[in-house]
């Protein structure tokens, strides 16, 4: 980010696809149409950072969204688009900076949650019990299920983080670094976006597959 913004020289050398004064918009390093980065212009280590959910915070969900669309630099050229962030784990998150992942979805999981949407709420206070078990794939290719919490929501003009945190983690007590987020267009009913949510000690309920704190499940990027 600071080298995209001249404040800092290189290396690292990143393509740099957009430079605002709030975030940039980098390639995401597979090299495929379909991967790229929303870096917000300030220090933020992560999903945990309190800035994100206060007023002061851009809505970079909604500028993820927006540079993700056909005519602009991160323009993801994929089916449907995914957009995600990953948890504090240390073993997933690689950078203590925040960063948004614009890239595909995989194939099928539209379908999965076409098929739940009379079960998923759009009401946010019920988004903490309404869980949906998605089957995605792992990094090599291998199907794999894991459990979402799943909300409809009509656009993204509201702080996806603060309604994380008012709805999922202060109600359940749990913790905000644990968590992920990821959204993806509803393509049924009256459209919108889904906004799926996990953590690693997801409560679910017997037979059920366990949370995630990775959208990689999710998330097509190579």
């Known amino acids: 980010m600071q080298v995209c913004e001249g404040t800092k020289t290189g290396p690292p050398f990143p393509?740099?696809?957009?430079?605002?004064?709030?975030?940039?918009i980098l390639n995401g390093g597979s090299g495929s149409n379909h991967d790229f980065l929303l870096v917000p212009s300030c220090r933020i280590s992560g999903i945990e950072c309190p800035f994100i959910t206060t007023t002061n915070a851009p809505n970079y969900w909604l500028e993820a969204w927006n540079n993700?669309?056909?005519?602009?630099?991160?323009?993801?050229?994929y089916p449907h688009i995914g957009l995600g962030i990953n948890s504090a784990d240390p073993t997933i998150r690689m950078q203590d900076q925040l960063h948004i992942h614009l890239a595909g979805i995989h194939s099928g999981i539209q379908t999965q949650l076409n098929n739940h949407d009379s079960t998923i709420t759009n009401n946010p206070s019920r988004w903490r019990n309404q869980v949906v078990p998605i089957w995605g794939l792992t990094s090599t290719g291998l199907p794999a299920p894991?459990?979402?919490?799943?909300?409809?929501v009509a656009n993204l003009n509201e702080n996806l983080f603060r309604l994380l945190l008012d709805s999922v983690v202060r109600p359940t007590g749990a913790t905000m670094a644990a968590q992920?987020?990821?959204?993806?267009p509803r393509l049924v009913g009256s459209g919108g976006f889904y906004v799926l949510n996990s953590e690693p000690g997801l409560p679910?309920?017997?037979g059920q597959p366990g949370g995630t704190g990775t959208v990689d499940f999710l998330l097509a990027y190579a």
């Open 68 to 77: 993700a669309q056909p005519g602009q630099p991160a323009h993801v050229v």
């Open 180 to 184: 992920i987020l990821a959204v993806t």
């Open 204 to 206: 679910v309920a017997p």
């Open 146 to 152: 894991r459990s979402y919490r799943v909300l409809h």
């Open 15 to 24: 393509q740099c696809l957009r430079t605002t004064p709030t975030y940039v």
